[in-house]
């Protein structure tokens, strides 16, 4: 009889709320999320769905440390994100998490390759050709190392952006609406793309979608409506 492995939770979210002061309108707050709580362990890949304005995007900032909740609090690994030093939150970025943008945020006067070997520059660690074609080969795009992104397809920015992600190989991927500019069949190439670095890789993958079909990629979804989560469910894995 093969013994299941028993995995931690990396995140933990305790009664978070996030409320937004409209201060143009006087006093008038916008309360996005509201007494929010749920945990997700490591390898998961989890999907965030949800109407436009349901607080999606909120919550994966507020898991990734872009933003603070009003109230409540995330946790990282059993570490409270508010009680991060500089040395936490450099870590944080640089080693243990990577963000997908659905903008892709890439330097257009750096090559592919560079692209991609640039949070390892940031942080001050050895570039290795090697690894960063391997990075590349992994998310198909080897061939355009020294193409510039001004002369990549939408589809081939976001396998660029990915590749980023998961140079340093950190242990959580967050991506905002990875596929929100992308027709279906590149949308449906970089879903596949998620799945296969969550399954290989056992990279955490957290990501944002308002497109109901891309759950067939996802281990769980989270389904948020009106401040609040109306869906947490396995869906397999």
Known sequence: MVKRVKLMPIFEAKNIVKIYQETKKG????????????SIKEKEFVIITGPSGSGKTTLLYLL?????????EVYFENKNLNT??????????????????????????????????LPLIIKGAKVNPDHIFNVLKLVGIEKQARSFPDQLSGGEKQRVAIARSIV??????????PTGNLDKQKAAEIMEL??????????????????????SYGTRVIELSNAHIIR??????
């Open 27 to 38: 006093t008038k707050q916008n309360v996005v999320l509201q007494n929010i709580s749920f």
């Open 64 to 72: 990734s440390k872009l933003e603070v909740p009003t109230s409540g």
């Open 84 to 117: 991060f030093t500089k040395q936490d939150e450099r870590a944080f970025r640089q080693d243990l998490t990577g963000f997908v943008f659905q903008s892709y945020e890439l330097i257009p006067t750096l090559t592919v390759f560079d692209n991609v070997a």
């Open 168 to 177: 340093h190989e950190p242990k959580v991927v967050f991506a905002d609406e």
């Open 194 to 215: 998620f799945k296969r670095i969550n399954v290989e890789n056992g990279t955490t993958i957290i990501l944002v979608t308002h497109n109901l079909s891309h759950l």
């Open 232 to 237: 947490d469910e396995i869906l397999h894995g």
